[in-house]
């Protein structure tokens, strides 16, 4: 569970390749829905992502009346350390896991709890009307997704009897350290999408609520002028897109490692293995941008603890019975 | 600094090729709309929603003195670089952007004057579309400047209060710390808990806001407690005849208009409107195809089987459905009748194209949706969209008018009634208390508001030739009236 | 390098990396901004108040629920670590702390703590 420089510069570069893909995707999708044809203009595509950036860091980072100058300026830069550790907590390959602690389940709840504070610090501090109605949003939105993000987790960690990562994605991969592992529904090693149904759709929805992607971009969004970037711009609105890309990335490698088996496939490295369905899951969020409308804020904390809050608890109990049954 | 010069230069130049930043400050004049949405088409550039991320500002049609000041602050807001450019599109019914009228004229030298835009382009979508992205490559290459700001760099207010400090004062303000006083508290509507009330004034840029549009909210955390409106920045003094010329609808009222143009003008419309809506509720891919399908030249059968093939969609993913569902209800016979699309949503079976021949002769029946919320009308503008283009599709050379009351896209137009956007500006401070934010912005989308469109006034009282039948008969009535 | 150590440098090397690039920006466009720029924008008008207010937070009733949840979140972190071990035990006593939360849920579902407009 250890890992030498190498492997957290491969985290940097994990994430770093995710947000471009991000970008990338956003773009390729916009195309597709629009119906003005994918096909054409590749070039213009992939290099749109870094014209942006270049945009955005030739602009003047502008400043309203009286904000929050270092909360202001804290919220992008933790928002980007936050997703770092949630990514470092997965590890990328076998036995090459840079923050794949003991307790890694415990450390990205942690972590993605920590980005309600960073949303709403951008929102407010900017003292200006839309961002601070966004900022306060997105802490309703934030303790509403927090619990079934939590639960689906613990589910998961039942059949690896641990709260690491790296143990979960081997109690998919059936290979358990502590010898034959449990077997499940006469498996030994399945997908918890397979075995646990119901966890990857709320996994999904708590996902696109904590890097409030797609139906869940309540304070960011468009009936707000932008909500928490309304007042943002130049290098300072860069970070920010930044950070909440890479906090895309680093739930949908969670996301892969709890749900796809991480690293584990046929004959290719791991690594790719871990990319290729970090991006499935990454593609997945980003196109439900494109087709889902925004979801009212009220109508979306009704349905999180009536609905999702308690198929979450579903999950983990119908997880564990199946345990228990299948014990030896 | 060399290395700072040399970096800046090839940042710019990476920059120069991104979609130009384009935030619009729109004007009055009936085809502003539709102008924008096409030049929003073009891909070099992108309407951005908050000045701070623009490049270009884009003031588009004539002046209203009521927009020059906010059209000013938002400039200043703009973050730098900035360039301003002033478009004319040609005006509708009176070729390419032709002299403007001489009160109109002072108003323009007083914008060129305050705003000094970098350019002005009288034209189509095209040539603006070049004069933004020539501005826009301009400015990051580091050829251009960036316009200065206009006002003057003084603080609202100084920090003042009662004490020697400048501190204290009345209640909750303590003076105006920063330039500006705090919130006082009042009480909330529904349970009456005393804490702060907050005063926001969206002005007639907010692009959430229907364009044009001036709105003063009181807010209580994230629910609007109280609604003015302040003066309509597109009053009529001086534009009555001039904001419905080129209007097909009002056309149609003085002589005969092709149903075919009708119907397709009435779907374009319909189309523009979905797209504000879909942006508004983040669905800006969904939107721009809708855009596409508004102005696309492919036939008529096409476009409406697009246009059913996206109401599909958009009810099949219940996203849109679960965020518009029960806001807005607007119900009732005699708030809604005459209010077009908003009336049939509510279930009335009222279309004043039934009661013409040559629509009857295509076959048509009002398509009536009912619910009355903002889904319901949703529903019923992309039905009528749809139902417009088939329409379209079967016409020929019909032609509909001189009639005496057209349905326009809003609603009823007749000659001396108010437009269907000043009732429903009416019923906007009673709609919007009590909703939350985002499903206020939700009913007020809804609705279909148009400032500058109740503005206008009531309908002139006809042609020339109206104005004569008018007389005619209002001397045959009175001499028998004598008679008898 | 222990995990812990990793996660505590991913931290520290997100937060420096983006603060650096906010001040990056300034070194290539100063920033210099002007009195008329810092209005707060609201589309066109300039605001009456400051936005900051003592906001009427509708939802704090859903908050102390989420507390509730939270403490119960604490005891399902370990109690998933050992359940395989444990057996029927532990499932049935979570089952029974697990269902007075969620009476909690239902109760406050009721009382209409969950919506607010």
Known sequence: ?328 | MGLRGSARRTLGRLAAGAPARVFPLPGRGGGVGEALDRLSLDPRLRLVPSPRSANVLLAVGRPASRLLRPAVRVHDQASRPRATVWWLPPEEGSGEGGDLPREVDRLARRLVRLLGPAEVVRGGPQEAAEAVVRLHRELLSGARESEPEVLPDEEPNPWRGVGPHGQGGEGMMGGTPYGRPMAMTGADLRDGLQLDRLPVRLGPFFPPLPPGLALDLELQGDLVQEVTLPPNPFDRWAFQEDGWRGDPFAAALSEPVPVEELERARARHHLRWLARTLRLHDLSALAERSLRLAFSAAPDREREEAVRRLEKLLRRTRALRWATRGLGCLEGEDEVSGLGPVARAAGLEEDARADDPAYRELGFEPVVTGGGDAWARLLQRMREAALSLELAARAGDRTIGPVERVEGPRGVLAPGQPPPSARLLERVPELLPGLEWGDALTVLASLDLDPEEAGRGPLPEGSERTRQEQGGRDEAGSTGEAAA | MTALAGAFTLLAGGLVALSILRYVGDLLTPPGTTAPQRVPFAGGRPPEVHAWNRYHVRYYSMALLFLAFDMEMVFMYPWAVVFVQEGMKAFVEMLMFITILVLGILYAWREGALEWA
């Not at chain 1, 307790?103 to 960073?118: R, S």
């Not at chain 1, 970090?278 to 409308?293: E, F």
Request: aromatic share 8%; net charge neutral; proline share 5%.
């Open chain 1, 1 to 328: 569970m250890t890992g030498g420089l190498l492997d957290g510069l491969a985290v940097v570069l994990f994430v770093a390749g995710g947000i471009y893909a991000a970008a990338v995707l956003d773009r390729l999708f916009g195309r597709l829905v629009t119906r003005r044809g994918a096909g054409a203009d590749w070039g213009t595509l992939l290099a749109a992502p870094f014209r942006e950036a270049a945009l955005l860091l030739s602009q003047q980072r502008t400043r309203t009346e009286r904000p929050d100058f270092e909360a202001w300026a804290l919220a992008p830069a933790l928002l980007a350390g936050l997703a770092m550790v949630a990514a470092g907590s997965v590890p990328l390959s076998p036995g090459h896991g840079f923050a794949d602690s003991q307790g890694g389940i415990v450390l990205f709840g942690a972590a993605m709890a920590l980005v309600m504070v960073c949303v709403f610090l951008h929102g407010w501090s900017s003292n200006s009307v839309p961002g601070m109605v966004g900022g306060y949003r997105f802490i309703a939105q934030a303790l509403s997704f927090e619990m079934p993000l939590a639960l689906v987790l613990i589910g998961v960690a039942l059949p690896a009897e641990s709260l690491a990562f790296g143990d979960v994605i081997r109690s998919q991969a059936g290979e358990l350290a502590g010898g034959g592992g449990t077997r499940y529904l006469g498996q030994v090693g399945l997908w918890n999408l397979l075995r646990q149904p119901l966890g990857l759709p709320l996994y999904l929805v708590a996902a696109l609520g904590v890097s409030f992607q797609g139906p869940l971009r309540i304070p960011d969004g468009a009936d707000l002028a932008g909500g928490t970037r309304s007042e943002v711009s130049g290098a300072a609105l860069l970070s920010w897109r930044l950070a909440r890309a890479a906090v895309l990335v680093a739930v949908s490698a969670v996301g892969a490692a709890s749900f796809l088996g991480g690293w584990s496939g046929p004959w290719l490295p791991g690594a790719f293995w871990t990319a290729v369905k970090t991006l499935l899951l990454l593609a997945l969020m980003v196109a439900s941008g494109h087709l889902l409308a925004r979801l009212r804020l009220e109508r979306f904390v009704v349905v999180s603890w009536a609905v999702l809050i308690p198929l979450a608890l579903v999950d983990v109990f119908v997880a564990g019975i199946t345990l228990l049954v299948e014990a030896p």
